[in-house]
């Protein structure tokens, strides 16, 4: 895997040219095939020259994958896809609408992109972080907070102690 001075020196300067796969070089006139894909709903994040937004990974393919993205990064642009512990890297190939597709640096690893899924579902049922979780990583430090999967439990518990605590103080003004 690329380090993360190699990264960042890639999304700065994603410019430069990186041979695409499954395009017929001039003067070849053989067609080859398209790599088989694979249907999956990831939720990841991704980071371009905007920095990092919420994806989703909606197809993979041995060299790259499929993304849903609110503002997708124009054609060209090198990106850090990550999910819980893995971090790919890839150049942004064609993009319609809110769909891009990403040509990867290195060949994808199906059962660790899975595992890797796995694992943050995991982290989220346990709720407590792990030893090597994102304070020990600057990187994962800065992507977005994930999405509680209980987004109100907050504001019930908070509810809840707001109403305990007036019926204790009516209760007390009573007996005054």
């Keep these: 895997m690329a380090g993360k001075a190699a990264v960042s020196a890639m999304l700065r300067n994603s410019t430069r040219a990186m041979p695409s796969i499954g395009v017929v070089a001039p003067g070849d006139h053989q067609m080859q095939p398209r790599e088989s894909r694979r249907e999956v709903v990831i939720p990841a994040q991704m980071r371009s020259k905007r920095g990092w937004s919420d994806v989703t990974i909606r197809n993979i393919s041995p060299h790259g994958m499929m993304l849903l993205a609110p503002f997708p990064p124009r054609p060209g642009t090198y990106v850090e896809v990550r999910k819980a512990s893995l971090a790919l890297v890839g150049r942004v190939v064609w993009v ?23 694992e943050s579902w995991a982290a989220g049922q346990n709720g407590a972080p792990r030893a090597g979780d994102r304070q020990d990583d600057p ?26 605590a007036g019926t204790c103080a009516a209760i007390l003004l009573a007996h005054i």
């Design 139 to 164: 990187v994962a430090a800065a992507l977005p907070a994930h999405e509680t999967r209980y987004p109100l439990r907050g504001w019930l518990l908070a509810g809840t102690a707001i109403l305990f």
């Design 96 to 118: 319609k609408g809110k769909t891009l597709g990403i040509q990867l640096l290195e060949r994808l690893n199906f059962n660790a992109l899975l595992r890797a899924a796995n």
